[in-house]
């Protein structure tokens, strides 16, 4: 696995005339766990953003090595598609596999991606962030939707990219039971 990690410092984010974070420095190795906890509308999904490149911070720097793969509430995943056809698309830019039976995706293949669940659409966009082959993974709410059993496998996926040298910065209002995680509270970053 190519090397990655992230390193924010300072971040702050204002969203209108409101800062909902300052401060807030996070350094991600390989091999690590993060989860972004918080309450809703704290400013954990800015902050996915931010680490992806996707929003600027209203103040501080972040720099990050390796490919990143990201997996918010926009399903890249398009509804119109049956989920092979969806997930095949991805796999031609990314080349780097297809996990459908990790994520119990094989019946599911032929049908168009609107007609999934969310828990199912949820369990694809994790099929997708695996298959990337991208070393760092931003995965904003990536349990909401998941019964007990598949969040225990997104879980354990998790856990297995990290073990081969991956990275992973979770946001979630939710606990995880993940054996190496590291917590930031971001409401210690709240003015």
Request: charge should be neutral; charged fraction near 25%; hydrophobic fraction near 45%.
């Amino acid at each position: 696995m190519q090397e990655c990690g992230l390193v924010a410092t300072d971040i702050a984010c204002r969203r209108g005339d409101r800062i909902l974070f300052r401060a807030l420095s996070l350094d991600v190795k390989a091999g690590e766990i993060v989860h972004l906890a918080g309450a809703n509308g704290i400013g954990k999904s800015s902050l996915i953003r931010i680490l992806a490149g996707l929003l600027r911070p209203f103040a501080g720097t972040v720099e990050r090595r390796g490919a990143i793969a990201l997996s918010d509430e926009r399903l890249a995943l398009d509804g119109h598609l049956p989920l092979e056809d969806a997930l095949r698309f991805w796999d031609r830019i990314d080349r780097a596999g297809r996990p459908e039976a990790e994520f119990g995706l094989d019946d599911l293949l032929d049908v168009p991606v609107r007609y999934l669940s969310t828990g199912q659409r949820k369990r694809a966009a994790l099929a997708r962030v695996a298959a990337s082959g991208a070393p760092l993974w931003l995965l904003d709410e990536p349990l909401n939707g998941l019964d007990v059993h598949w969040s225990e496998r997104a879980q354990e996926a998790i856990e297995a990219h990290c073990a081969r040298g991956g990275a992973v910065v979770i946001a979630s209002h939710q606990p995880l039971a993940l054996e190496r995680v590291r917590t930031l509270a971001i409401r210690n970053f709240q003015p």
